[in-house]
Structures are given as structure tokens and as C-alpha cells.
């Protein structure tokens, strides 16, 4: 079983519309979740954090549901420029000097929003 | 702009070359990370530094070797490379707290070896 499992995808959709994407992880310890962009031979960014309580930024919303080690990412009123990889991220890579975890890699989900 | 730079942001070398990729990070983080990303895959971890130490080596053959010059500066000496080890290479930095925030990734050093 991967680690940190993902939809492939693609996802295409048309502008305008809502898409969420969902993943889950093996480890019931991992403290911290993220969602990340990818674009086309481009690095990963940060798009987002993801909290316990679930959280909002802008058109992007993330939950997390610890009990069922689950993440999901929901995106509304889809826009051309959406279109990338996301990749789900967790803490769940071998413990460095520090006590804390690497993060670990999810497959990530094509996105492609189409006019 | 990307507050983790990474040169050169290409490279082409043969099999029997050595070669270097530089990273560096100016927003005082203290753990930074090499990551390897092959097309369509994830990233996957390859080296981290912890306060300038190293912290991780996830079985990496020896022809990659990193070096960290000071909390600034990352490096990865490449030698007797093979073509499976063409990829992306990503260099990251983040703080050290105890709730992780996320990873700051360079713009990578694509890399094909011929």
C-alpha cells in the first residue's frame, strides 16, 4: 500500500465548475498535512495547509478527517490557471535530529480546466 | 521568485564527469533537503541537513554525495553518474518548529546524463 495515495487523474473540468480531490495516508501518527501545486516542469509550491478543523483560503477549501486518514481539497468556480498537479503531503518520512518527520510525497492529481 | 535558489537550473554531463548542484535559502531556515523527481512521479526524498548536520540518507548510492558549507548553502557533488539518474533535482528548506510548515522548494537543476 503506497503511503500517502492519491487519484491520478486527470481530472478535466470545465471553467467554472467545483472539483475536489481526496487522498489518504497510512501513518495514524502524522501531524501535518498539506496540499502543494505543480505546474508543468516547475518546482512544488505551498498552496495550502491543512488543520484539524478544516480551513479556507479564497476559492480553496482542505479538511481533514483524522479518524479515517483522509484529506481532501475542494476547488470552486474552477479557473484556467488551476490547471497542475496537486500533490497531497504528509509527514510521514523517516524522523530527522529534530524529532520531526520528512515529508512524504503523494502521487498527485492532474487537473486540467478547460474553456 | 523563489527564496530557495538553485543553480544551474539545467545541466548535461557524461557518465565519467563530476559535477556540482548548488542550493541556497536566505530566510534563516536550518533544515534543508534534496529531493529527486522523475517525470510524472513525486518528489522523493534523497538527503536532509539538520543545523547543518546530516540527518538523512535514504540509501543513496554513493555517487551522490551532499555537503553543507554553512546554514546557508546546500550542495550535491555529482560523479560517475548513470543515464536512470537523469531527473529533476529539488533543493528545499524549511524552519525547524515543532508543528512542520511546509517545505520552500527551489526552481530545481534539470539533469540528463548522457
Known amino acids: 500500500r503506497k503511503e500517502v495515495e492519491q487519484d491520478p487523474g486527470p481530472f478535466n473540468v470545465p471553467e467554472g465548475a467545483t472539483v475536489a480531490f481526496n487522498c489518504t495516508y497510512s501513518n495514524s501518527a502524522s501531524q501535518s498535512f498539506f496540499w502543494y501545486r505543480q505546474d508543468c516542469r516547475k518546482e512544488p509550491k505551498l498552496l495550502m495547509s491543512v488543520y484539524s478543523s478544516g480551513n479556507e483560503d479564497g476559492r480553496f477549501t482542505a479538511q481533514l478527517n483524522r479518524a479515517s486518514q483522509y484529506i481532501s481539497l475542494l476547488i470552486r468556480d474552477s479557473k484556467l490557471s488551476d490547471s497542475a498537479t496537486y500533490l497531497c503531503v504528509v509527514n510521514m518520512g523517516p524522523v530527522m535530529d529534530t524529532g520531526r518527520r520528512a515529508l512524504t510525497f503523494g502521487s498527485g492529481t492532474r487537473l486540467q480546466v478547460q474553456p | 521568485d523563489t527564496e530557495v535558489t538553485q543553480t544551474p537550473k539545467h545541466l548535461v554531463m557524461g557518465m565519467t564527469n563530476k559535477k556540482s548542484l548548488k542550493c541556497e535559502q536566505h530566510m534563516g531556515h536550518r533544515a534543508m533537503y534534496w529531493y529527486k523527481q522523475k517525470a510524472k512521479k513525486p518528489p522523493e526524498l534523497m538527503f536532509v541537513y539538520s543545523y547543518e548536520k546530516l540527518s538523512i540518507n535514504e540509501s543513496v548510492p554513493s555517487r551522490f554525495s551532499p555537503e553543507c558549507p554553512n546554514s546557508s548553502l546546500l550542495n550535491l557533488h555529482l560523479h560517475a553518474l548513470q543515464p536512470e539518474d537523469s531527473a529533476l533535482y529539488l533543493c528545499?528548506?524549511?524552519?525547524?518548529?515543532?508543528?512542520?510548515?511546509?517545505?520552500?522548494f527551489g526552481s530545481g537543476t534539470r539533469l540528463t546524463v548522457v
Open positions: 528545499a528548506s524549511s524552519q525547524d518548529r515543532p508543528k512542520e510548515e511546509g517545505y520552500t
